[in-house]
């Protein structure tokens, strides 16, 4: 489990047990820090109080060995033959009930548990001031500590099984297909050494013509070299990309197959947006899309362009690769922002929980074409997302910027959204070979080759390139 004070930001999901009820209380009141209660190594059903360090150490080597249950053999056998049996068997034989199991994330090729993120977990719980008590939700009485809800806000949540966990720069990035969490294990300042999301233009073509295209795409727009894309980005780190690929339009690009691949491997996460429903057609790119893509993103303004990607979508795409719709509020205007938040609120009561429709509303940006117009702000648009219950929405950057007083008076948490652009990613226009803040403010460019040859392009490795775009937005 992991709690507020760890979490600097958040972005959707959360998990809660269903039997046993085993809680980590942080600032625990000092009488609790001191009380070891039925603390003797099997943290089951019963209620318990975890307080003094040995204690925890059994608590959080018993959630060890419950996710790598078949350790516990090999380690009594060598404990044995070195003769530290008596000293270590109590921890090795620390329990914990099925039901209250953190599942502990995984290395980010998603086979191993990332033992060095439970070191600095374990760390963190043993020698600080948490408390951990036991007992379940079955019974009507409560701990008998009786340790009382604040009433304030705050994030308890637990890890999934499919999580991964990866260090960057300070801190953790723990993280899944549908939410991904920045842990960290001190009080310092966030300093990424390389983004985390990575913004990637691979084409200025698109035959859609809309008016409000902030890129100014047309069909007089040329295509990223593939080995262009396939150079800047072997320069691998010790943690995963996830990219988010546009244009133009990026399914028009001749080979958009070939780029999936390409960026799919080291547990790199891809996730696309595209307004054309030309590609459903196309079985090379519907099997490229289901084999590697996470999660896509279909551009909307009407609920008759909603309704048909969903159809598409539910039709073509595996039900493992999240469907998203975009949405730009001011362009649409507050009552057909209305309908569509309607509309498909109300598919989503047919879908399962894992195929739901999630919505994300983007800024108006006034660049390109888009510059045209500069239509105004929606009134109350913070209220309207707010009366949608059960379907996930999120905003950019810039709609982060444009409502801030309105997030700021709605008491939606700061952990669940930022307004500040390049502090954990970066926009990469692979047409141009060169690397922005966003794909909005292109005032600052970084060129990203290094080096050009008559052999193809040397690109500058992506953690230098962003390094850049930091020293800028400071």
């Known amino acids: 489990m992991i709690t507020e004070k760890m979490i600097r930001n958040f972005r959707y999901g959360l998990a809660t047990n269903s039997s046993s009820t085993h809680s980590i209380i942080h600032n625990a009141d000092s009488n609790a820090k001191i009380v070891d209660e039925d603390c003797d190594g099997a943290f089951g059903w019963d209620f318990f109080t975890c307080a003094s360090k040995e204690c925890k150490k059994k608590y959080m080597i018993g959630q ?7 350790i516990g053999r090999p380690l009594k056998f060598l404990a044995k033959e070195l003769g530290i049996e008596e000293q270590v068997t109590p921890f090795i034989d620390a329990r914990v009930d099925h039901q209250s199991v953190i599942e502990l994330p995984k290395d980010y090729y998603g086979k191993n548990v990332n033992i060095q993120f439970f070191e600095e977990y374990y760390d963190y719980i043993v020698n600080n001031d948490f408390v951990i008590l036991g007992g379940n939700d079955n019974d009507d009485d409560g701990h008998p500590l009786d340790i009382k809800d604040t009433g304030k806000p705050g994030y308890q949540y637990d890890f999934y099984k499919n999580d991964i966990a990866f260090k960057n720069g300070n801190y953790w990035v723990v993280r899944n297909n549908i939410r991904k969490m920045r842990i960290a294990f001190h009080d310092d300042k966030l300093e990424p050494t390389h983004p985390e999301l990575i913004d990637l233009k691979i084409t200025d073509y698109c035959d859609m013509g809309c008016t409000f295209c902030y890129q100014g795409s047309s069909t007089k727009g040329i295509h990223a070299d593939l080995n262009d894309i396939k150079r800047a980005f072997n320069h691998y780190t010790d943690a ?4 988010a690929i546009g244009g133009g339009e990026p399914t028009q690009h001749p080979e958009f197959a070939n780029i999936l691949y390409e960026l799919s491997c080291d547990g790199n996460v891809l996730n696309f947006t595209t307004r054309s429903d030309k590609w459903f057609k196309d079985k090379e790119i519907v099997d490229a899309v289901n084999k590697y893509v996470s999660g896509i993103a279909y551009s909307v303004d009407t ?16 039900k493992s690769v999240a469907m998203y719709v975009h949405i730009i509020p001011e362009l649409v205007g507050a009552d057909k922002l209305i309908e569509l938040l309607d509309y498909i609120n109300t598919r989503n009561n047919e879908f399962r929980w894992d195929s739901k429709v999630k919505i994300t509303l983007l800024g ?6 888009g510059s ?17 219950s059960g379907t996930q929405i999120g905003i950019d950057t810039k709609i982060a910027n444009d409502y801030k007083d309105e997030l700021r008076n709605s008491n939606i948490s700061k952990k669940l959204y930022t307004n500040k652009e390049g502090e954990f990613s970066m926009y990469a226009d692979m047409v141009n070979c ?9 005032d600052e460019p970084i060129d990203m080759i ?4 008559t052999y193809g392009n040397r690109f500058k490795p992506i953690k230098d390139v962003f390094e850049k775009i930091r020293e800028k937005g400071e």
């Open 372 to 388: 045209s117009n500069n239509p105004n702000k929606i009134d109350n648009l913070i209220k309207i997302i707010k009366k949608v």
């Open 303 to 318: 609920i008759e362009d909603a309704e048909k990607f969903i159809s598409y979508h539910k039709k073509y795409i595996d």
């Open 364 to 369: 108006y940006k006034s660049t390109g074409r």
């Open 240 to 243: 995963p990309y996830e990219f």
């Open 64 to 70: 060890l060995l419950e996710n790598i249950y078949e």
């Open 450 to 453: 290094e080096c050009r040859t």
């Open 434 to 442: 060169m690397a922005y803040k966003s794909s909005y403010e292109l």
